[in-house]
C-alpha cells in the first residue's frame, strides 16, 4: 500500500492500519485497492475499532458507513476462506456472551418470542418483494431450477416426496413461516396441517394464504404440543431452538409423532460443535439463534429415532440469498419510506455475508429425515 493512498483518504499509517492490512493481504484483500472485493475505508478509525471489537465491529462499522465494498459476498468468502475470523481478538462483551450461554437458556419459552418480534415481524412489505411467492425464507433446492420461484417449489416438492405424503395424513408444520410449506402440503398431497409459529405477522399472513385449506395456524411454541401427527416437519427453525433445548425438541417430536411417523428436520448447521453465534447476526438479525452441529443432533435424537437420511445442499443457499439480495435491491424504492438508510446497509450486509458463509462451506444446510425404524428401509429422493 503505497502511502499516497493511505493519505488520500486520511489512513494513518498506524500499527492499528498496519495490522489489519497484514490480515486482509492474506485473504487476497486491498485496503482501498481496485477489485471489487477490496474494501474502501471511510474512516480512519476504522481498523482500530474491527481489530478491537471483531464480528461486531465489522458489521457496525459498516452500518454506520465507515467502510464500503462493491461484493460485499466475495469479501467475506474471501475472509472465511482464509481462517480471518479465527484470528481477529474476541473483545470481553463477547466473552459475557458465551458464558451467557453456556449459563442460562437464551431460548427459554419467555425468551423465544424475541426473535418472532425482532426479526420476521420486521414487516410483510419487505418479505413479500425479497422472498418468492410461496414466501420461503429458507433455502432453495437448485438442482434442476434457473430462477428462485422453481428452487422454491422444488425444495417443498422434495420434503413433500421425503415425507411420504398421502391424502388424509395429518402432519405438523413447526415453525410454520408465512404458510408456503402448510399451503403446499395441502394442495398437492391432500393433508391436514397444523402449523405453529411465534409470529404475529407470519400468522396473519399464514392464515390468509390457507384459508380454505384443511389447514390450522396456531401462534404457539412447540413445547406446548400435545397432539398426534403422521408427519412432522421443521423448516429453518431449529436454528432458534438453541443447545440447552436439543433435547426436549426432540422429545416433542417424539410426543407427537405416530409410532411409523416421520420427520424431516431442515437447518443451517455448523462444521464444529461449540456455542456457534455471530455476535452481529445475534445483536441484529436472529437474537438468540445458535447453529446446531452434526454431534448436537446426532446426541439429541439417538434416543428417539433412527436417522434414516442426511441431505446437505448447504452450496444451495449461497444462490438463495445472492437471489434475495438482488430482489431486495429492485424493490428498495418501494419500501425505502418504511426504512431507514442504516436498515438498507444491515440487511444487505445480513445477505451478503451470509451467501459468502455458504460460498466458503464455513457453514451448512441440512435436511435429516428421522423414523423409528421403518421395515424394508426408507428410500429418499434427491
Known amino acids: 500500500m503505497s502511502s499516497s493512498c493511505i493519505e488520500e483518504v486520511g489512513v494513518r499509517d498506524d500499527n492499528w492500519f498496519r495490522i489489519a492490512n497484514e490480515l486482509l493481504s492474506r485473504a487476497g484483500i486491498r485496503v482501498n485497492g481496485p477489485a471489487a472485493s477490496d474494501i474502501q475505508v471511510k474512516n480512519p478509525d476504522f481498523f482500530k475499532r474491527v481489530l478491537q471489537e471483531g464480528s461486531l465491529g465489522l458489521g457496525e462499522s459498516y452500518m454506520d458507513g465507515w467502510w464500503e465494498c462493491d461484493r460485499l459476498d466475495i469479501f467475506f468468502t474471501k ?20 458464558a451467557g450461554a453456556r449459563l442460562f437458556n437464551l431460548q427459554s419459552k419467555k425468551r423465544a418470542w424475541i426473535v418472532g418480534k425482532e ?3 420486521l414487516g410483510n412489505d419487505l418479505f413479500t418483494r425479497m422472498l418468492d411467492p410461496q414466501m420461503q ?24 416426496e421425503k415425507l411420504k405424503l398421502k391424502p388424509g395424513m395429518r402432519v405438523l ?14 394442495q398437492n398431497y391432500g393433508v391436514s396441517v397444523v402449523g405453529v409459529t411465534i409470529s404475529a405477522e407470519q400468522q396473519k399472513m399464514a392464515q390468509q ?16 404440543l400435545n397432539e398426534q401427527f403422521d408427519r412432522i416437519v421443521s423448516v429453518g427453525m431449529f436454528e432458534h431452538v438453541g443447545p440447552k433445548n436439543y433435547a426436549t425438541y426432540f422429545s416433542v417430536v417424539d410426543r407427537n409423532l405416530k409410532p411409523d411417523g416421520i420427520f424431516l428436520l431442515h437447518t443451517i448447521g455448523s462444521k464444529r460443535t461449540d456455542l456457534n453465534v455471530d455476535p452481529w447476526i ?19 435424537s439417538e434416543s428417539h429415532f433412527v436417522m434414516e437420511d442426511w441431505h446437505n445442499f448447504g452450496a444451495d443457499y ?33 445477505l451478503n455475508a451470509c451467501a ?27
Open 209 to 224: 394464504r390457507c384459508e380454505g385449506l384443511d389447514v390450522d395456524i396456531r401462534l404457539q411454541d412447540y413445547r406446548d
Open 282 to 300: 445475534n445483536r441484529y438479525i436472529f437474537p438468540n439463534g445458535c447453529l446446531p452441529s452434526v454431534r448436537q443432533i446426532a446426541n439429541a
Open 173 to 186: 408444520d413447526i415453525g410454520c413461516g408465512w404458510g408456503g410449506l402448510a399451503q403446499f402440503m395441502a
Open 137 to 160: 425464507y429458507s433455502c432453495a433446492y437448485w438442482k434442476d431450477a434457473e430462477n428462485l420461484d422453481d428452487a422454491q417449489r422444488a425444495k417443498l416438492k422434495l420434503i413433500g
Open 119 to 121: 426479526h420476521y415481524d
Open 356 to 382: 459468502g458463509a455458504f460460498r466458503a462451506r464455513d457453514i451448512q444446510l441440512w435436511q435429516v429425515v428421522f423414523s423409528r425404524g421403518i421395515e424394508h428401509g426408507l428410500r429418499v429422493p434427491r
Open 79 to 98: 475472509v472465511l476462506r482464509a481462517g480471518l475470523e479465527k484470528q481477529l481478538p474476541h473483545n470481553f462483551k463477547d466473552t459475557l456472551r458465551i
Open 318 to 350: 449461497d444462490r438463495t440469498l445472492m437471489a434475495w439480495y438482488e430482489r431486495f435491491l429492485a424493490a428498495w424504492p418501494e419500501i425505502a419510506d418504511n426504512y431507514s438508510e442504516r436498515f438498507k446497509r444491515m440487511f444487505s450486509y445480513y
